[in-house]
């Protein structure tokens, strides 16, 4: 995988955000921040992480994002806080950070069920549906749009009616776990940068992203509000 894929890749999940990942550098006029690249989906004892495994990961972090996010103050939640990379004059606040986790959870629930189904290009990140490959600029141009037209979509809504936004796009994806097999959660998705580039890994990727969508509204000062 080129580092332009792995790098778009960091940003078709979190493209709001200004990062400085291991592939490279980028900058907004307000901050960097430094990215870890998600970890691969193995277990404790070094094998790759069961149903079980990937479930109780997805539900711990759930939980503990939710117990995070119920301690910020109304100014905390709806303050300015990261410019969009889609229109820099257009800030995301703390809620908006929280609610675009549903959407890269549906996505990536989207993938998968056109992998399944037997689609050959699921992700659809550098080749659009035709097999033509993509500029960067068309890739990134997209990357921007959507995640932009989700967040205007949703900002100013209530903690409750998004965390109401997570646990459906969290239904779909354990509903989409209890169908797996066994033998289909160890499948390679094709062109999915995410995690070990296997289903259960993209699928448990999810629990990762919420953490380090908060480590950025950290970052950015998120407790100065």
Known sequence: ???????VAWRLWCP???????FGVGRCCAHVVRVVPTPTRFSSKGEHMNRIEIETKLNDDRTWLLNTYTQLSETQLFGDLTPSEHDPSNYWSALDHLAHLALIERNFASMIRKHIAGEK?????THDKSGTPRTRDQIM??????TEEWQLEHHGKSLEEVVALGASA???TLQLLSELSDEQLEEKL??????????????AANADHGRMHWK????AGVHDH
């Not at 995988?1 to 790098?7: G, P, T």
């Not at 290009?121 to 990140?125: A, T």
Request: glycine residues 14%; aromatic residues 6%; positive net charge.
């Open 1 to 7: 995988m080129s580092k332009f894929v792995q790098h």
């Open 16 to 22: 709001g955000q200004c990062v400085e990942a291991k």
């Open 121 to 125: 290009n699921p992700v659809g990140l």
């Open 141 to 146: 141009a997209s990357v921007h749009a959507m």
């Open 170 to 172: 969290r239904a779909i």
């Open 190 to 203: 094709p062109g999915a940068p995410w995690a070990d580039g296997t289903i259960g890994g993209v699928l």
């Open 216 to 219: 950025w509204a950290k970052d």
